[in-house]
């Protein structure tokens, strides 16, 4: 069988794989053409580049600082973090994740300084010439809504809307600006994000997991292996066999990535 499917957003450096971490990661092997790993604040950053050395060809890496891990560091530590970015400019394809967290962020002084570091890496994506990966997470789609807003006003060019949860003509009028949009496994249980699938521009999908989170089965922690779900529903949704999409979706990943498989 020719492996096919791709994981665009998981946390493969996180706790819940400390165990065992390896052998997560030779299973998805067997499943997975790639993953990508996104690094959320700067140790879990050193620790996606030492997986990806490690994986060579199959775990790709995104560097980010997520707006949960923004209030528990200086300036000083920011700038630092992203001189830390640029060196290794070669070793990622992407920024992110980041973007606004308005379920875990509620202060307004928080906020202010989430948007603030939110544009700060936004202008290190476009100086670095990289892809953005966007968490926008608040009530409905507001989170989203405004994100979009933001990376338009800075004249972003490339980027994906990760663990799309807004309405499905959000959805359509992110891909009119060019965007992409990544489903993710609880896909299953979402209605909404079936019409997403269906509705959007195949050219402007992505699948991910975004594991350790959203398992789509009754264990509790997910692992890219599940991604296959999302490209299953796809399938159903779109009425193409499995194949299309993956295919659809290898070209996709290249294309927003400049990663060629
Ligand atoms: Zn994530």
Redesign the pocket.
């Known amino acids: 069988m020719v492996i096919e499917i791709i994981d665009i ?3 493969l450096t996180f706790k819940e794989y400390e165990a065992d971490r390896e052998q997560v990661i030779e299973d998805a092997k067997k499943v997975l053409k790639c993953v990508v790993t ?1 690094g ?1 604040e700067p140790e879990d950053a050193r620790h996606a580049l030492e997986l990806a050395e490690m994986h060579e060809g199959f775990v790709f890496v995104t560097l980010g600082l ?1 707006p949960i891990h923004v209030a528990e560091r200086t300036d000083q530590e920011i700038g630092e973090y992203e001189e830390f970015i640029s060196d290794n400019k070669r070793k990622i394809v992407g920024i992110g ?1 980041v973007g606004l967290d308005y379920h875990w962020i509620r202060d307004p002084l928080k906020i202010r300084r989430m948007k603030e570091i939110f544009e700060e890496f936004l202008g290190l994506a476009k100086e670095l010439d990289l892809p953005v ?1 966007l ?1 926008l997470r608040g009530t409905g789609s507001d989170a989203i809504e405004e994100g979009l807003k933001i990376i338009l006003d800075e004249d972003v060019r490339e980027a994906v809307f ?2 799309f949860t807004g309405k499905p003509q959000l959805a359509e009028q992110i891909c009119e600006e060019g965007y992409y949009i990544s489903l993710p496994t609880s896909i299953a249980k979402s209605k909404s994000m079936k019409k997403v699938a269906k509705r959007i521009p195949i050219s402007q999908l992505l699948t991910e997991t ?1 594991a350790p ?1 959203l398992s789509p089965t009754e264990e509790e922690r997910n692992v890219p292996q599940h991604v296959s779900v999302v490209y299953e529903e796809i399938a159903r949704q779109r009425k193409i066999d499995v194949q299309v999409a993956e295919d659809e979706i290898e070209r996709n990943f290249e294309q927003l990535f400049a990663v060629e498989l």
């Open positions: 957003h998981c946390h996104s959320v997520h994740e990966v968490h990760h663990c975004d989170y």
